[in-house]
């Protein structure tokens, strides 16, 4: 069975083919330069972009996929959630191809996507709890199987990533976000900065508070924050040259600009310090609530899900309980086609099917 699927939710337009268990093609194109310029996402230069783009992969998937639009057995697109008029456009090539080659047309919930990426390699889902942690959502899914999830706990405001983002942001680091962090955090110690964990015995989870915490500190470390057009803050290695550098011929005279110079070392115990605050968060709330509904497998997915740091520590922490643990591999936790494509292929496996006539829904609820 070969499915062919688009995913235009928010400012990634990406198409896939998957035949069985085995992907044919894969193609993402990102348009974070375009929206850069704006400080953040701009709906109608995302949906132009999907307009001009979408075609392009299309055509891309079925020359690497070696496939004609007639050797394909069904057609997904996400339905939701995401921009009302990014979804539009996937789904109405999506819609357009079935249609026209007469195959069926299937409506996916991205989030569903993200929640069954862990098992694309090995195809069968098993009941589990499951972490999806993004830019646009933070959630604990219960998941009995296929199609029957019930929510456990969620955001009461920013998501995970999003937090990654504008903490990014307020340093004068680059988008998105968590990745910038994470590199930064990798240099770091992640007990210099006290930051809070909130909510910690609740199954929802709070960013919003630890956001606010980072813009507190960054006075005190000279920094005015800019949340809306970043911080302009410039890194050094250190402030005094060390032996080595002597002879380099290294300047560390202050900046031309109006830029705040912050020590590299502070800049990255503070990336650490906050990577180190989410994911504690992300690991105390997960483990609790796999003991509570009592299951063998944790699972995460979604962009923040990249996080070397979030999978090695809830990793550890699923063993010392005795449980098992599975990621999506990174190159599936961000926005892809390839999710989609390996959703619907599950669901029309097992008997689903959407109607053409059904409506993308921007606030499309998993549970
Ligand atoms: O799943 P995704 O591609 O899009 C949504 O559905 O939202 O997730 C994007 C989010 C961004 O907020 C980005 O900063 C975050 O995932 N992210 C990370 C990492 N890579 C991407 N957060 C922490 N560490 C990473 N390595
Ligand atoms: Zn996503």
Redesign the pocket.
């Known amino acids: 069975m070969t499915v062919l699927a688009l995913e235009t939710?928010?400012d990634?337009t990406a198409v896939a083919i998957l035949r069985g268990r085995e992907l044919l093609a894969s193609e993402i194109a990102s348009q974070i330069a375009e929206h850069e310029k704006y400080g953040g996402i701009v709906p109608e230069i995302a949906s132009r972009n999907h307009l001009v783009q979408a075609p392009r992969l299309l055509e891309r998937v079925a020359r690497t996929g070696k496939i004609d639009m007639s050797n394909v057995d069904a057609f997904a697109a996400t339905s939701g959630p995401g921009l009302a008029s990014s979804l539009m456009i996937g789904a109405s090539i999506a819609k357009a191809l079935a249609i026209g080659v007469g195959k069926p047309y299937l409506a996916i919930n991205?989030l569903e996507g993200?929640l069954l990426s862990p098992f694309f390699s090995d195809g069968a889902v098993k009941p589990n709890v499951s972490l999806i942690?993004?830019?646009?959502?933070t959630m604990l899914i219960r998941v009995h199987g296929l199609a029957g999830y019930e929510l456990i706990g969620r955001t009461v405001d920013d998501?995970?990533?999003?937090a990654?983002?504008k903490v990014?942001k307020m340093l004068g680091l680059g988008?998105?976000?968590?990745?910038e962090?994470?590199k930064r955090a990798r240099g770091g110690d992640p007990a210099r900065f006290n930051l809070p964990r909130s909510m910690l015995d609740s199954e929802n989870f709070s960013f919003s508070g630890l956001k606010t915490a980072v813009r507190y500190l960054l006075p005190k470390l000279g920094v005015i924050p800019n949340e809306r057009e970043g911080s302009r803050i410039r890194s050094v290695d250190h402030l005094a040259p060390k032996r080595d550098q002597k002879s380099s011929g290294r300047s560390f005279a202050p900046p031309q600009d109006d830029s705040v110079i912050l020590d590299d070392r502070v800049m990255n115990d503070l990336c650490a310090s906050f990577?180190q605050a989410i994911v504690d968060i992300l690991v105390r709330k997960t483990i609790a609530a796999a003991r509570k509904y009592d299951v063998d497998l944790v699972t995460v997915s979604?962009?923040?899900s990249?996080?070397?740091e979030?999978r090695r520590q809830l990793g550890a922490a699923c063993a010392r309980k005795g449980l098992e643990f599975k990621s999506a591999e990174p190159w599936l936790?961000?926005?892809n086609a390839a999710m989609i494509a390996f959703t619907a292929s599950l669901r029309l496996q097992a008997g689903f099917e959407s109607k053409v006539t059904e409506e993308i829904d921007p606030n499309l609820a998993l549970a």
């Open positions: 939710s928010c990634e991205h993200h942690v993004s830019g646009g959502h998501a995970a990533g999003e990654f983002d990014a988008y998105p976000g968590g990745p962090i994470e990577q979604g962009g923040v990249c996080n070397q979030l936790c961000t926005d």
